[in-house]
């Protein structure tokens, strides 16, 4: 009560209202992919939640660590789990 009063309320906590549930503000902004190279975890990216697999996939080629693990081999698909995992088939 006192605390209530201190942040300037006049009225009893007790007669306050109850904060409403927003849901738009539990959903996150982003997601943190792990992205794998033949299995492999090499590193983490960070995605806008609403980016399709086809926004996730560019954003892991233009990456910079991508080449990096890339090397000499070429890519032979990329799969992407919406909100889980990107994993980067390689072949030679």
């Known amino acids: 009560e006192e605390l209530w009063h201190q942040l300037g309320h006049e009225d009893s906590v007790v007669y ?3 904060p409403e549930y927003k849901p738009e503000l539990t959903v996150d902004s982003s997601v943190n992919y792990p992205v794998s190279f033949n299995g492999k975890t090499r590193f983490f990216l ?5 980016a399709s697999p086809a926004e ?3 954003l892991v080629r ?6 990096q693990y890339v090397g000499e081999l070429s890519i032979a698909k990329v ?6 995992i990107v994993n980067v088939v390689l072949k030679k």
């Open 62 to 67: 233009a990456h910079e660590k991508t080449p």
């Open 56 to 58: 996730v996939e560019a």
């Open 46 to 50: 960070d995605a806008p939640a609403s």
């Open 79 to 84: 799969i992407v789990v919406p909100g889980r």
């Open 16 to 18: 306050a209202a109850f």
